[in-house]
C-alpha cells in the first residue's frame, strides 16, 4: 500500500512540474531577496556617473559624454555667475595674474537654462576634461600653450564658442564689460556639440562613476567636524565654504562674501568640497599659469566633517584618483562636489573652523614636509 501512495505522489509532483505549478529555485534571485541586482538598480532610475545619484538622468542623457565649460570667476564677475547649481561637478585651477577660473561640468547639460559667464580655455582644464572624455566648451583659448597642447591630443574635442555662429549664446547686458557677458543655454549646446562631435562615452569610462561613491541613502560623516573652510589661490584670492545644517550642502562665499545665483537667487551649494594643494608653474611667458595634476594631500568635506586625503591623477587621460591617509580608496558621499586645486605654496594660510586639535597633523602642513 505505501508502495501505491509513493507511486501517486511521484505521478501528482510530475504533473505539477509540467504544467509550472511547482516553484523552481532561482539562484540568482535567492541570493538578493527575490529580486536581481540588474532590476533593482532599475527601480532606481539611471544613474549619474558624476553625482553617484540614481534617478537623475533622463534615458536620452545615459551613455553620453559629460559637457564641460570654461566659467569666469574673476571678483567683479562673480555676482554675474549663474547655472553653477545645475553642474554635478565644478572644478577650480588657477590660470593668472592671481586669478582662478572654473570649469561646470555636465551629465546632462540640457536641463541648464543659462550658464555664464563664458570664458576661454586653459591648460590645466584641457587636461581634466579629457580625463572625463567630456566634450570641452569656452570662448577663445590662448594660442601659444592651450591650444597646440589641445591638438595633440587623441580624441579630444573642444568647442570654441568665439568660433561659432553667434546662434549659440547670448551677450547679456550685466553692468560689466564685454569679455564678462557670455551666456549660454544648456539645451542649445547639448544639440550643437552633440551633432558636431561623438556623443557617447569611451567604452573604457562606460558605466564608471567618478567616484566611489557612496549609496545615496546612507550618507557619511567622517573626520572631524568643519563648519568652514578658506583656502587661497593667490595672495588675495580666496574661497570659503560655509556648512548649512539645515540642507547638509556648503555654500560658497568667494572672497568671503555669500554668493547666489545672478538670475535665480539661489545659493551656490555643494555636497562636497575637496581642497587639493597642486603646485603651479608659470609658462616660459611669465603670466600664464598651469598647474601641476600629478598628485599630492588635501582635505575632503562633507556632510560637516573634514578628513585629509590624498590625491593623484597622472597624465591627461588619467582619472582623479582619491584616497584615504592609510591608501584605501575614499568613500565619498553621492551628490554634487566642488574641487579646488589650490597652490601648495598657500596650504599654510588655510583655515579650518572649527580648528583641528593641535596634535592633529593637518594636509597644510604635510604637503610642505
Not at 564658442?161 to 557670455?182: C, F, M, P, V, W
Not at 557612496?214 to 584670492?237: L, V
Not at 594631500?297 to 582623479?320: C, F, P, V
Request: aromatic share 10%.
Amino acid at each position: 500500500m505505501k508502495k501505491f501512495y509513493a507511486l501517486i505522489s511521484s505521478a501528482i509532483n510530475f504533473a505539477l512540474l509540467l504544467s509550472g505549478c511547482v516553484e523552481k529555485t532561482d539562484p540568482v534571485s535567492e541570493s538578493d531577496g527575490g529580486q536581481s541586482a540588474v532590476s533593482i538598480e532599475e527601480d532606481k532610475g539611471n544613474l549619474n556617473l558624476l553625482t553617484g545619484i540614481y534617478g537623475e538622468l533622463d534615458d536620452s542623457a545615459v551613455g553620453k559624454r559629460p559637457v564641460a565649460v570654461m566659467v569666469n570667476n574673476i571678483s567683479t564677475a562673480q555676482p554675474v555667475q549663474t547655472g553653477l547649481n545645475d553642474a554635478d561637478v565644478v572644478f577650480e585651477c588657477l590660470v593668472e595674474g592671481g586669478i582662478s577660473r572654473l570649469m561646470a561640468v555636465f551629465s546632462d547639460i540640457s536641463k541648464c537654462e543659462r550658464l555664464g559667464t563664458i570664458r576661454s580655455a586653459r591648460y590645466s582644464y584641457v587636461q581634466l576634461a579629457k580625463s572625463l572624455d567630456a566634450i570641452y566648451v569656452h570662448c577663445g583659448m590662448d594660442d601659444r600653450y592651450t591650444r597646440p597642447y589641445a591638438n595633440e591630443l587623441d580624441n579630444f574635442d573642444f568647442f570654441d564658442l568665439g568660433a561659432q555662429s553667434d546662434s549659440l549664446s547670448t551677450r547679456i547686458k550685466n553692468g560689466l564689460a564685454y569679455e564678462h557677458t557670455l551666456y549660454i543655454n544648456g539645451k542649445t549646446i547639448a544639440d550643437a556639440v552633440y551633432d558636431k562631435y561623438r556623443s557617447s562615452i569611451s567604452s573604457d569610462l562606460s558605466g564608471k562613476t567618478l567616484f566611489n561613491f557612496n549609496d545615496p541613502d546612507k550618507k557619511t560623516a567622517e573626520g572631524n567636524e568643519c563648519t568652514s573652510i578658506k583656502y587661497y589661490m593667490s595672495g588675495d584670492n580666496y574661497s570659503t565654504f560655509t556648512y548649512d545644517a539645515d540642507t547638509g550642502k556648503y555654500r560658497r562665499c568667494p572672497f568671503g562674501k555669500a554668493q547666489t545665483d545672478y538670475f535665480t537667487d539661489e545659493k551656490f551649494e555643494f555636497d562636497n568640497v575637496f581642497v587639493l594643494y597642486a603646485p603651479t608653474h608659470e609658462f616660459s611667458d611669465g603670466y600664464h599659469v598651469r598647474t601641476d595634476l600629478d598628485g599630492g594631500s588635501g582635505y575632503y568635506i562633507s556632510n560637516g566633517k573634514i578628513k585629509e586625503i590624498k590625491w593623484s591623477k597622472g597624465d591627461a587621460s588619467d582619472r582623479l584618483t582619491l584616497k584615504n591617509t592609510d591608501g584605501s580608496e575614499l568613500s565619498v558621499n553621492a551628490g554634487t562636489s566642488f574641487i579646488a586645486f589650490p597652490d601648495i605654496n598657500l596650504s599654510s594660510k588655510t583655515v579650518i573652523e572649527p580648528a583641528p586639535a593641535a596634535s592633529e597633523e593637518s594636509a597644510a602642513e604635510s604637503v610642505n614636509d
